[in-house]
Structure formats: C-alpha cells, structure tokens
C-alpha cells in the first residue's frame, strides 16, 4: 500500500520561522553546528532554544517574552496541524 505525504505542506525551509527558531539557527551557525541534522528526533538547532530563552527573557519585558513564546508556539501547532490534515 503505498504511503500518504502531504501534498500541499510547505517545505521546512519555505515556512516562516519564528524569531526563537531564527536566534537559535544562528546559534548553530555561530558554534558550526549543522541546524537541521537530527538529533534525538528533533532538528539539532532545537538544543539552542533554552540559550535563546534564557537571553529574550532578560531582554524582553515579561509580556513582550509571553506574545513572542505564544506566537511561536501557535505557529508551530498550526504548521503541525496543517501537516496532519493534508496527510489523513
């Protein structure tokens, strides 16, 4: 039976990444680190996002940091959400 993909689902690298994904993509670059290799089932630049946190955090006003978090995330779900329709 062959597999489903999704069809209609933007490549990784087309869809519009967050200012969280971007800091910690340059992160990698800075540390030569290859950003989209995986590891641990996620892309390597996600080991970067605890450093990118802990920097918006004493950068940014407690709810400059939640919008930012938030807007991050939702984009996130939604992305995943997208990918799961056009699969099933």
Do not use: H
């Not at 989209?36 to 802990?54: G, H, R, S, T, Y």
């Amino acid at each position: 039976m062959p597999r489903k993909y999704a069809q209609n689902v933007l490549p990784l690298a087309i869809v519009p990444k967050g200012s969280r994904e971007k800091a910690a993509r340059a992160l990698c670059q800075m540390a030569n680190v290859p950003e989209d290799v995986q590891f641990n089932e996620k892309p390597m630049w996600m080991i970067f996002l605890p450093e990118v946190d802990a920097v918006l955090k004493a950068a940014l006003s407690p709810d400059e940091w939640e919008r930012m978090r938030d807007e991050d995330w939702e984009r996130e779900i939604k992305v995943q959400q997208e990918a799961l329709q056009d699969i099933g």
